[in-house]
C-alpha cells in the first residue's frame, strides 16, 4: 500500500463552509471522462488514477495510504479501498458513507415501483437526498440495490461467467480466516439465486468501516491465491467480482435490516449505432470463439438467466 499526500476536494455537505461539519458523502467511482453530478453531496473519485491514461481533475485514489495501482484485479475497489483509507482525513466528523458509480445511482424518488432499473439520459439533479439518505437509514442499517435474481444459484452464475476455481478459492479463504461466515457464505452462493449488484450501499461510517475491514482482509488473501497471468482483461478484475457478491454475505451474516431501493442507469447516448458499437466492444471484450452467443447468454443473464 502506497502512502501520499491527501488532496482536499472543494466539495462539501449541505453547503456548509467547513469540512469538519460533513456528515454524509456518496463516493461516485469513474475511470473515464463523464458527466459529473451537479449535487456536492456526491464526491467523484478516479479509480486506477495511477495507471490511468486519463486526468479526470477530479480526487484520485492513488494519494494517501491506497492501492491504486492494483486496478486491474481490483476494479473500483482500488477507489473503496481508497475512501476506506482516507475519507475520515478529509471529513473527520462524517456519520454517513455512501458508495455508487459514474452510471449508476440510487433512485430514492421512485421507491414504489417494481422495476429496479430507471434509464436516465442525464445524471438526475437528486435534490434533498443527503435527508433521504439519512431517513432511509433511520429505520435500516444499510441501503442496497434492489435484488437481482437468476434462474440458477449465485454461485452456477458467477461460475457460468468467470472461472469456477476462484470460487473454490474464495470459499477456501472464507473458511480459513473467518470460518463463522461459512454458513452464511453457502446460503449465499449456494442456495439462493438473487443478490444485490453493483457494489452500492449506504450505511453508517462505523458499519462500513467493518465491512471494509473484514472485505480487504478476503480480497488480499484472494490476490496471493489467485493467479490471473493468463487471464483475459475482463476476467483479470475477479477480486471485484468477488467482492461484489460477498457484500451480499455480510450483511446476512449480520443479520443486517436492508432497505432495497432502484438505481438509475445513465445512458446519455441510446441509439442504433451506438449499440451496434457497444456489441462490438462487448465481443472483443470476451474473446470467446462463440463471443456473440455468450454475449446473448449475457444479456438474459441480466434478466433471469434462461
Known amino acids: 500500500m502506497k502512502q501520499q499526500t491527501v488532496n482536499n476536494p472543494s466539495f462539501f455537505c449541505d453547503n456548509e463552509s467547513s469540512r469538519s461539519n460533513c456528515r454524509i458523502k456518496i463516493l461516485v467511482c469513474y475511470y473515464q471522462p463523464w458527466e459529473l453530478p451537479k449535487n456536492p453531496l456526491f464526491l467523484p473519485i478516479q479509480a486506477g488514477k495511477a495507471v490511468s491514461k486519463f486526468d479526470l481533475k477530479i480526487q484520485g485514489d492513488d494519494t494517501g495510504n491506497n492501492i491504486s495501482d492494483k486496478n486491474a484485479t481490483f476494479?473500483?475497489?482500488?477507489?473503496?479501498?481508497?475512501?476506506?483509507?482516507?475519507?475520515?482525513?478529509?471529513?473527520?466528523?462524517?456519520?454517513?458513507?455512501g458508495l455508487s458509480h459514474y452510471r449508476r445511482f440510487f433512485n430514492l424518488e421512485n421507491v414504489y415501483f417494481e422495476s429496479p432499473k430507471f434509464i436516465k439520459v442525464k445524471i438526475p439533479e437528486m435534490k434533498n437526498y443527503d435527508r433521504l439518505f439519512v431517513e432511509r437509514l433511520s429505520s435500516a442499517d444499510i441501503i442496497l440495490s434492489k435484488p437481482s435474481f437468476f434462474s440458477c444459484s449465485v454461485k452456477k452464475q458467477f461460475s457460468h461467467w468467470h472461472n469456477e476455481s476462484d470460487y473454490l478459492c474464495l470459499k477456501d479463504i472464507i473458511h480459513d480466516i473467518c470460518p463463522q461466515y461459512d454458513d452464511s457464505f453457502k446460503l449465499v452462493f449456494e442456495n439462493n439465486n438473487g443478490i444485490s449488484l453493483y457494489c452500492m450501499f449506504v450505511s453508517r461510517y462505523e458499519l462500513f468501516n467493518d465491512y471494509f475491514s473484514w472485505l480487504f482482509?478476503?480480497?488480499?488473501?484472494?490476490e496471493k491465491r489467485i493467479n490471473v497471468s493468463e487471464y483475459n482483461t475482463y476476467n483479470k478484475?475477479?477480486?471485484?467480482?468477488?467482492?461484489?457478491?460477498?457484500?451480499?454475505?455480510?450483511?446476512?451474516?449480520?443479520?443486517?435490516?436492508a432497505a432495497y431501493e432502484p438505481i438509475y442507469f445513465i445512458e446519455p447516448e441510446i441509439n442504433f449505432r451506438n449499440s451496434i458499437k457497444k456489441l462490438c466492444k462487448d465481443i472483443v471484450k470476451y474473446c470467446l470463439p462463440n463471443g456473440i452467443v455468450n454475449l446473448v447468454k449475457e444479456r438474459k443473464t441480466r434478466v433471469g438467466l434462461k
Open 75 to 97: 476494479s473500483e475497489f482500488t477507489a473503496w479501498y481508497w475512501v476506506w483509507k482516507n475519507i475520515k482525513t478529509i471529513y473527520p466528523n462524517i456519520e454517513y458513507v
Open 217 to 222: 482482509a478476503i480480497l488480499f488473501e484472494a
Open 237 to 257: 478484475r475477479v477480486l471485484a467480482f468477488l467482492a461484489e457478491r460477498l457484500l451480499n454475505v455480510y450483511v446476512l451474516h449480520h443479520n443486517l435490516k
